[in-house]
């Protein structure tokens, strides 16, 4: 079942299967080597000195089932944390690291950590694919991501064969009948005892706390006295918990993208629904339509499909699920919006092939008909975090509320609210993320004002909660999915210069 997804993959999705991708800085010798830790970090550390005093051993990285080697620069290693933080001396994981090398042309500052959201995106993909972008960065920093616990190489989830997952596409995700909504849930259901089956034990170890803290032992291992880390969308949370935790060890910190701390799983559904359909009327808008009379076309074309799903070039059909599933994706950016006009033509004369192309993106599905495991590492670690667990028909009443939000998108929104983490295996174990850190450096948290999966209100929610004086705020009015690195010279600067020079802009800053 997918979600839309607060996640920076969902852009490289795209990308990707345009044919882009970035490399990112020169060549260096790929020979493995060793980096021996500093035992500065070490000190309140509860965990054993097997772990803290571990040495990385760093060697070329290997091409996986769902991304090609990156370039003879990054080098990837395997990093040992606890299973159960309660149990230090237990039971130990696999933490999955990729790296480039700083190119020395500045003096080093350290490591510069990435999360690219989800949860349940994979930063050891990742990061190759965004280099360039991070180019400048590198001049001072070692650019490093990871796989979080429950994620592609660190022991990831996978919950479903191909097969299910195609399968699991004819389920209508906005249910009109008994019959409908009975499936709906059954699906949900056997989604989780999947998880439960490959996931076992660990899949009550994959929170964002416990993910908080492998970048602690991250930051000890790899010398760094303080944490520095870009944080996007999903990755902003695991920011404000990480702050939380360690707030003396927190040294530059950047949010972009801003998940609202202040809301469990209901308030993030009604934000995206919210959020989506602002930035469809700012597309509408750009073509020249009134948002209203557009939205009404749109969502007589979702039920048309819903009544007769369209054919494609393929032998698969393209039902209302993936169509408003391929409409979603093209949200995300604005140089998307081009693609999303000739997909509803093509759709609106009766072929779906486009609509069904840009699902495949978002639902992470090549040619062949693999898929990553993105979405079930999402919904393990989601699941985990939040007590939230609507019922059926908790969410059906909530239902008219959505759709006025948001027609094309609020239904779809409204049930997921019960059946994302229906009959789910394991429990929830909070309420909202704890990100309060008082005591920590200034923090830079960046919305975007056109943000469609973390709105832009979210920003000044989290540099809130963060406490007075930790949480910066820096506003772009720009369009899509995150801030730096979108076209903005001004965020741009602004982030460089926090993350060079440690000059923090003044709170409220607004670039346009």
């Given at each position: 079942m997918p979600r839309f997804v607060r996640s920076a993959a969902l852009a490289a999705a795209v990308l990707l299967a345009a044919g882009c991708s970035g490399s990112g800085g020169t060549s260096e010798d790929s020979?493995?080597?060793?980096?021996?830790?500093?035992?500065?970090?070490?000190?309140?550390?509860d965990l054993p000195v097997s772990l803290t005093s571990q040495k990385l051993t760093w060697g070329r990285c290997k091409a996986t089932s769902d991304a090609p080697a990156p370039g003879s620069h990054w080098q990837c290693a395997t990093l040992k944390v606890p299973l159960d933080y309660a149990k230090p001396d237990g039971e130990t994981i696999d933490i999955a690291l990729i790296r480039a090398r700083s190119t020395g042309e500045g003096e080093r500052i350290g490591s510069l950590l990435f999360n690219f959201g989800g949860p349940g995106g994979s930063g050891v993909s990742m990061l190759p694919s965004f280099a360039d972008q991070y180019a400048t960065l590198r001049e001072r920093y070692d650019l490093v991501s990871f796989d979080p616990r429950g994620v592609a190489a660190s022991e990831g989830v996978r919950c479903r064969s191909d097969k299910e997952i195609q399968a699991a596409e004819s389920v209508d995700l906005t249910p009109d009948t008994a019959t409908e909504e009975k499936r709906y849930f059954k699906d949900a259901a056997d989604f989780g005892d999947g998880c439960e089956r490959d996931a076992g034990k660990l899949l009550a170890h994959?929170?964002?706390?416990?993910?908080?803290?492998?970048?602690?032992?991250?930051?000890?291992?790899?010398?760094?006295?303080?944490?520095?880390?870009?944080?996007?969308?999903?990755?902003?949370?695991?920011?404000?918990?990480?702050?939380?935790l360690f707030p003396e060890r927190t040294g530059r910190l950047v949010l972009d993208a801003v998940v609202d701390p202040s809301v469990g799983a209901v308030g993030h559904a009604e934000n995206q629904t919210r959020g989506f359909q602002r930035a469809l009327d700012n597309y509408l808008k750009s073509t020249g339509q009134d948002p209203k009379q557009g939205t009404q076309k749109i969502v007589d074309l979702l039920e048309r499909i819903d009544a007769k799903p369209l054919p494609t070039s393929s032998d698969r059909e393209l039902n209302q699920t993936l169509a408003t599933t391929?409409?979603?994706?093209?949200?995300?950016?604005?140089?998307?919006?081009?693609?999303?006009t000739s997909a509803l033509e093509s759709a609106e004369a009766g072929d779906g092939t486009e609509l069904l192309a840009l699902a495949d993106a978002y639902n992470e599905r090549d040619p062949s008909g693999h898929y990553s495991t993105q979405s079930h590492s999402q919904r393990?670690?989601?699941?985990?975090?939040?007590?939230?667990?609507?019922?059926?028909?908790?969410?059906?009443?909530?239902?008219?509320?959505?759709r006025k939000i948001s027609p094309v998108f609020g239904e779809f929104l409204g049930w997921d609210t019960a059946g994302w983490c229906h009959d789910w295996p394991v429990p929830g174990l909070y309420d909202n993320p704890e990100v309060s850190a008082p005591g920590a450096a200034p923090i830079l948290v960046v919305g975007n004002t056109g943000d469609p999966a973390t709105p832009y209100e979210g920003a000044r929610k989290m540099a809130d909660e963060l406490g007075e004086g930790v949480g910066v705020e820096l506003t772009w009015k720009g369009e899509g999915h995150g801030a730096y690195g979108s076209g903005s010279d001004c965020v741009d600067e602004s982030v460089n210069d926090y993350l060079l020079d440690g000059t923090v802009p003044k709170d409220g800053k607004v670039c346009s």
């Amino acid at each position: 079942m997918p979600r839309f997804v607060r996640s920076a993959a969902l852009a490289a999705a795209v990308l990707l299967a345009a044919g882009c991708s970035g490399s990112g800085g020169t060549s260096e010798d790929s020979k493995p080597s060793a980096t021996a830790p500093s035992s500065r970090g070490a000190e309140g550390s509860d965990l054993p000195v097997s772990l803290t005093s571990q040495k990385l051993t760093w060697g070329r990285c290997k091409a996986t089932s769902d991304a090609p080697a990156p370039g003879s620069h990054w080098q990837c290693a395997t990093l040992k944390v606890p299973l159960d933080y309660a149990k230090p001396d237990g039971e130990t994981i696999d933490i999955a690291l990729i790296r480039a090398r700083s190119t020395g042309e500045g003096e080093r500052i350290g490591s510069l950590l990435f999360n690219f959201g989800g949860p349940g995106g994979s930063g050891v993909s990742m990061l190759p694919s965004f280099a360039d972008q991070y180019a400048t960065l590198r001049e001072r920093y070692d650019l490093v991501s990871f796989d979080p616990r429950g994620v592609a190489a660190s022991e990831g989830v996978r919950c479903r064969s191909d097969k299910e997952i195609q399968a699991a596409e004819s389920v209508d995700l906005t249910p009109d009948t008994a019959t409908e909504e009975k499936r709906y849930f059954k699906d949900a259901a056997d989604f989780g005892d999947g998880c439960e089956r490959d996931a076992g034990k660990l899949l009550a170890h994959v929170s964002t706390e416990e993910a908080a803290r492998d970048m602690d032992l991250m930051r000890q291992v790899l010398g760094d006295d303080k944490l520095h880390y870009m944080g996007i969308s999903y990755g902003t949370e695991l920011g404000g918990v990480y702050a939380h935790l360690f707030p003396e060890r927190t040294g530059r910190l950047v949010l972009d993208a801003v998940v609202d701390p202040s809301v469990g799983a209901v308030g993030h559904a009604e934000n995206q629904t919210r959020g989506f359909q602002r930035a469809l009327d700012n597309y509408l808008k750009s073509t020249g339509q009134d948002p209203k009379q557009g939205t009404q076309k749109i969502v007589d074309l979702l039920e048309r499909i819903d009544a007769k799903p369209l054919p494609t070039s393929s032998d698969r059909e393209l039902n209302q699920t993936l169509a408003t599933t391929g409409i979603t994706v093209t949200l995300y950016s604005r140089q998307y919006w081009p693609a999303l006009t000739s997909a509803l033509e093509s759709a609106e004369a009766g072929d779906g092939t486009e609509l069904l192309a840009l699902a495949d993106a978002y639902n992470e599905r090549d040619p062949s008909g693999h898929y990553s495991t993105q979405s079930h590492s999402q919904r393990a670690i989601s699941c985990l975090d939040t007590k939230d667990r609507p019922t059926p028909e908790e969410a059906e009443k909530r239902l008219a509320e959505f759709r006025k939000i948001s027609p094309v998108f609020g239904e779809f929104l409204g049930w997921d609210t019960a059946g994302w983490c229906h009959d789910w295996p394991v429990p929830g174990l909070y309420d909202n993320p704890e990100v309060s850190a008082p005591g920590a450096a200034p923090i830079l948290v960046v919305g975007n004002t056109g943000d469609p999966a973390t709105p832009y209100e979210g920003a000044r929610k989290m540099a809130d909660e963060l406490g007075e004086g930790v949480g910066v705020e820096l506003t772009w009015k720009g369009e899509g999915h995150g801030a730096y690195g979108s076209g903005s010279d001004c965020v741009d600067e602004s982030v460089n210069d926090y993350l060079l020079d440690g000059t923090v802009p003044k709170d409220g800053k607004v670039c346009s």
